[in-house]
């Protein structure tokens, strides 16, 4: 693709593919995805694919589509979040200006499957996809069921928004759910420690906070700390009576270094009284998996294809991917694809053109000179 008309031609198709993809609503929620619409026109423009549709229920669908015996695998979710009321345009209208593409998904993360699309068509060589739809939805259906199957690659390239760059390295994100229960009564007497539901949750919340900054010398990959939220807190009835119950909910985002069960239980037993429930309501590992020493032989390892492939490596980065359950599975994986993370999820969502070329040319060169 050295001529100048070969990247117009390759751009041009890309857009074509994606102004279709767009066009299909796979808004996660309502998970309301099922295995006609886009799936339809997937299979329609994979030619001389072997291709599997898979529906896991809930909106959850994967396509698979192998084209003689490729070494990586390319994935890439077609879900996207639901738009907002802040959009100036029909979000399932791509629009294309002189330097972006803007539509629902187009940046997060339609862009990439559009230009896999038009090197699947543009070239014969070997070439495996897994195009999913449940990424968003904090249920990892589809990657699960793929797991299981055993299939065997060198590597699986995840499609995110990462400025093309390859990154290699990504925080952990869990989600807790807890209770803290109190004795109802008068707040005119004398409180112990564990009659307010709430100056328990205080006093958690604190020691909690206090912790997190402890771990701030930790260090993995370039990614430096343990990252914290408290995002919700409820319970109570009024000022002056004592709170039977306080919930609860708070994430964290761990380092590749670091164990979450054992972050799980500390946070569990910071205070006393502890509380009543504790529930952990999603998990998704760090990438690479495994401990220390496994992960920094996996993330270079990854770096090494990246190199092979002429992807440039970029910094680690503080969101999670799929990527991670892609190496906890076993896969040597790291995260790749066009825009910037910064417009995925917002209002007028968009992909820059030079961003979706570079990505599509890419992918090319690997597909046509038989690496991949």
């Not at 897994?130 to 055993?150: H, M, Q, V, W, Y």
């Amino acid at each position: 693709m050295s001529a100048q008309l070969g990247h117009s031609q390759l751009l041009d198709a890309t857009l074509a593919h994606l102004r279709a993809l767009v066009s299909f609503d796979t808004r996660n929620p309502p998970r309301e995805i099922g295995t006609g619409g886009i799936f339809d026109y997937l299979r329609e423009h994979l030619p001389g694919f072997e291709v599997t549709v898979t529906d896991h229920g809930a909106g959850a669908v994967t396509l698979y589509a192998v084209r003689g015996k490729p070494k990586y695998l390319f994935n890439v979710h077609l879900d996207t979040v639901p738009d907002s009321p802040h959009w100036t345009r029909d979000p399932h209208a791509l629009t294309v200006t002189e330097d972006r593409a803007v539509g629902l998904g187009a940046c997060d993360i339609k862009g990439a499957a559009a230009a896999l699309l038009t090197v699947a068509n543009r070239t014969s060589g070997d070439m495996a996809l897994l195009l999913s739809t449940d990424e968003e939805a904090n249920d990892p259906r589809c990657i699960a069921a793929f797991l299981k199957l055993g299939h065997a690659y060198d590597a699986v390239i995840v499609a995110e928004p990462t400025r093309g760059e390859a990154v290699l390295a990504h925080r952990g994100i869990h989600s807790v759910q807890m209770r803290f229960t109190g004795q109802a009564g008068h707040a005119s007497g004398e409180l112990r420690p564990s009659d307010s539901a709430l100056h328990q949750a205080i006093r958690w919340g604190s020691a909690a906070l206090d912790y997190v900054e402890r771990q701030s010398h930790e260090r993995f990959g370039g990614l430096t700390g343990l990252r914290f939220n408290i995002g919700r807190v409820e319970g109570g009835i009024k000022a002056n009576m004592i709170a039977p119950t306080a919930d609860v909910r708070f994430g964290f985002r761990p380092l590749p270094s670091m164990d979450p069960d054992q972050l799980l239980e500390t946070f569990r037993t910071l205070v006393e009284p502890q509380p009543e429930s504790y529930e952990e309501l999603f998990r998704g590992v760090s990438l690479p998996a495994g401990d220390t020493a496994t992960a920094e032989t996996r993330r270079l390892a990854a770096r090494d294809i990246a190199d092979e492939l002429g992807i440039p490596v970029g910094n680690a980065v503080n969101f999670w991917t799929e990527a991670a359950l892609f190496s906890a599975g076993g896969y040597i994986s790291f995260v790749y694809g066009p825009g910037d993370i910064a417009q995925a999820h917002t209002a007028d969502e968009w992909v820059a053109l030079d961003q979706l070329q570079a990505y599509a040319e890419t992918i090319y060169e690997i597909v046509n000179r038989g690496i991949a």
